[in-house]
């Protein structure tokens, strides 16, 4: 893969940003939290610095400070919208920013979201994705009832019992996307013919049965929804190891990760580039962009004065699994511009308060990349995959039907069998 | 003693996947495109109307072991859709099917909160429940729920939502950031719902919504959904748009409210409503005759005959007599996944009262599957339709009526713009919204939460 020229960067949004006291930060909007208003605006703004995609947080458990179960604190934000319900209500609201919605594939279906990216892609005309995300928490099993699991202790991440479990959930997202990638290919894209004179409304040598068969779900397709513009909308991921770095590489399209520095950002790329080649994936484009939580202010001291502000407001230090940037927009084009010489194709932003770190991204960040010639200055295309230089792919099942009589991953990456997660 | 003037309800219908849909005309647009339902809604919205409705399909319909081509295939997501017209319009409600029993209902009432949230308290929800194994291969659970449990866990997931809906209730979104307080109390949204459907504990993560619930609709016709209906919901997705009928059925239903504490204002009956708008009535009748039609074709009459013969009848001349043969009653159904394979018990005696009818008229296949197949509710020019709506509203045949236009998306247009100003100057429809929510629009007051939702047992 030829280096781009170009970054691409993304923002996640979270509620009143990522510092859990950020809601109380002057220009926040926390009693707006829960209103369609306040997410059309942070996409908009978004938009306005031609960024490439907003990513949307979700869950189904309520927010807490502790990783296993729900904490009783009354002074950080706790409540939050479907994040899918979120990406639609700003759809119509904007016209060129891509729109990835946070998706739990541990307690849905992958029937149910297929259909609903697909509409997603259909009312931003092409800019939807999804971010699958795992759910490992006790307390989030319990508000489905389905089935159990264990917390999982940190000190015991590396003991066999937790890493086979951590397989069995990430198992089940590769499945997952592999599920809803082919339902999106199960239409191919001139199934509906309209023909008056046969009077058929559709060519139903066109619409795929998936027939998927794995540990966890059988789906039989085809989808209700017909492929969405993008053909396949955009698929991405966060990772911390190599398991999550796995499903990267063979199911996703972009790979978030959090690299504390240069050598280290070096050292993912290589083994997420590693993985794709053992997936077979090696010619496809494959995004990994960096993670980083980010404090941005005239002058670095202002910078680091807000985060000691906002910490105290939290009483504790605010920590990240990502990389926490407190400085100027100048100095955070440094640290872009740096690391990207490690591999990376992008960067997905956290800004730590909304709008305040949005708009010194939007407004400082993006002119100050924009002057060294590494971000863009206007969009070149209207969808997702093209922002980030994804080509259409045709559906699996057309390629099949034309030159192969056997059906390939196209696109998709992923095993066609299921259930297997090793290599 | 004189009744009082009612006032008449309106809604619509975005028309999708059944024969209804004349998508060969040349009026029609797209199913799927977002801009489809954007013009829907926002005519739907300049006309006044309460709400408009979704349906839901979760797998597409296959007859003779193939995907039925026949009618509009394949549509949207009904909560993906609301929300993003939430953002094109500001008043009128956004009601979607949504099935209980391939979902959890921790999940749907997040989605339904939400949506009510996003759409500032538009949200509606027809709760509808399938059980048959055909759906279920398209889903982790399967097939798995027999016919006899399907009201038992509709009810249990309706109450178990609202549960869910209600568990913020005494709690606050504070958001002072003047004394760090967010929240009001940490034990916002916590619920504990146990019996043989749903085993679930915690905290639910959407605070209260406008609404504070979301509208309930209805849809099923039999006894026992009746009387679920007069139990839990807010409103009817009705079958029937004539005179008696629909009496009969108004009456039925609004009689078993007492029962669970409601009085008639409690659950609006809007049944399903299709119609044919000419310039005279001459025209418009003339116009009726050529959208049934369009509507049955000889294929599509071929077909139709199929589901209830259950044989392939390809070989047959719609536009000739009845097959000699009998229903196959013995093997698989050969349609699958729609609401008519499940309605004929007795093919038999169906298919003789058939041969009847077409021998007493001498009609064709085709002529005779016109005649049985849904007909359409109004015929005539805009003062004719404004008239049949009024009397029926008053003679308590409906509080008002859902309409199913036949063209896609425009077909809502000349109903907007030429009904609704005649209902309008009688005072029997609203000039504009005087509320902001679904609630108000349906005249239903706040959600009644001190009441049990469903009564246990109620429903079997």
Sequence with gaps: MSPDPLLHLAVALDGAGWHPAAWREPDARPAELFTGAYWSDLVAEAEEGLLDFVTIEDSFGIQSTDFND??????????????????????????????????????????????????????????????IQISAKPHEYALIGRRTTEPVVLADINTDEVQARIAEHFSEAADYVEVVRRLWDSWEDDAEIR??????????????????????????????????????????ALGHATIPYQLIARAADV??????????????????????????RASQRLHVFGDLV???????????????????????????????FAGTASELADLLADWRHAGLTGYRLRPAALPHDLTRITRELVPELQARGLFRTAYQASTLRGHLGLSRPASRYAVAADDDPAPTAVGAGAGASAGHQGS | MSKPVKQIHLAAHFPGVNNTTVWSDPAAGSHIQFDSFAHFAK????????????????????????????????????????????????????????????????????QFASLDHLSAGRAAWNVVTSWDAFTGENFRRGGYLAEQDRYDRAETFLRTAWELFDSWDGYR??????????????????????????????????????????????????????????????????????????????????RRLPKYGRTPEDLLILPAATFVLGDTDAEAAELAVEVRRAQVSGQTAIKFL?????????????????????????????????????????????????????????????????ERTSRQSFIGSAETIATQIDELVQADAADGYILVPHVTPGGLDAFADRVVPILQERGRYRADYEGTTLREHLGLGAANKTAAPVPAGAVR
Excluded: C
């Design chain 2, 43 to 110: 005519t739907a919205e300049r006309a006044k109307f309460d709400f408009v409705f979704l349906a839901e399909g979760l797998r597409l319909r296959e007859q003779g072991g193939q995907i039925y081509d026949l009618d509009v295939v394949g549509r949207p997501d009904t909560f993906t859709v609301l929300a993003a017209l939430a953002a094109v319009t500001e008043r009128i409600g956004l009601t979607g099917t949504i099935n209980s029993t391939f979902n959890e209902p921790y999940e749907v009432a997040r």
């Design chain 1, 70 to 131: 729900v904490d009783d604190r009354v002074d950080q934000v706790r409540g939050r919208l479907d994040a899918v319900l979120t990406a639609a209500r700003t759809a119509p609201a904007t016209s060129r920013i891509g729109i990835v919605p946070t998706v739990v594939s541990t307690h849905t279906e992958p029937f149910h979201l297929s259909k609903a990216v697909a509409t997603l892609d259909y009312a931003a005309r092409g800019r939807a994705g999804l971010r």
């Design chain 2, 306 to 370: 199929e589901q209830l013969w259950n044989r392939d009848l390809s070989a047959y001349d719609p536009d000739g007599p009845l097959p000699e043969v009998d229903p196959d009653v013995s093997g698989d159904s050969i349609s699958k996944g729609r609401a008519a394979d499940r309605m004929y018990r007795d093919r038999i005696a169906v298919a003789r009262e058939y041969r009847e009818q077409a021998q007493a008229k001498g009609l064709s296949i085709r002529e005779l599957m016109i």
């Design chain 1, 195 to 236: 023909d008056a004179a046969t009077g058929r409304f559709v060519d139903r040598a066109k619409l795929h049965h998936i027939d998927f068969e794995g540990d966890w779900f059988d789906v039989r397709g085809p989808s209700i929804t017909p492929r969405p513009p993008q053909g396949q909308p955009v698929v991405t």
């Design chain 2, 173 to 254: 979104i504070e958001a002072d950031k003047e004394s760090g307080v967010f929240l009001s109390d940490p034990k916002a949204g916590t619920f504990e719902h146990h019996d043989r459907h749903f085993d679930i504990s915690g905290r639910f993560n959407v605070p209260t919504s406008p609404q504070g619930r979301p509208v309930i609709f209805q849809a099923g016709d039999s006894d026992a959904g009746r009387e679920f209906a007069a139990a839990a919901a807010d409103a009817i997705f009705g079958r029937h748009s004539q005179l008696e009928p629909g009496q009969a059925f108004y009456t039925d239903v609004k």
């Design chain 1, 255 to 280: 790979g978030f990760v959090t690299p504390h520095d240069r050598d280290g950002a070096a050292a993912i790329v290589a083994e997420i580039r590693r993985e794709q080649e053992f997936a077979g």
């Design chain 1, 294 to 324: 980010v404090f941005l202010d005239e002058t670095t001291a202002a910078a680091e004065e807000r985060r000691a502000r906002l910490d105290e407001a939290a009483g504790t230090p605010y920590t990240s699994d990502a990389h926490i």
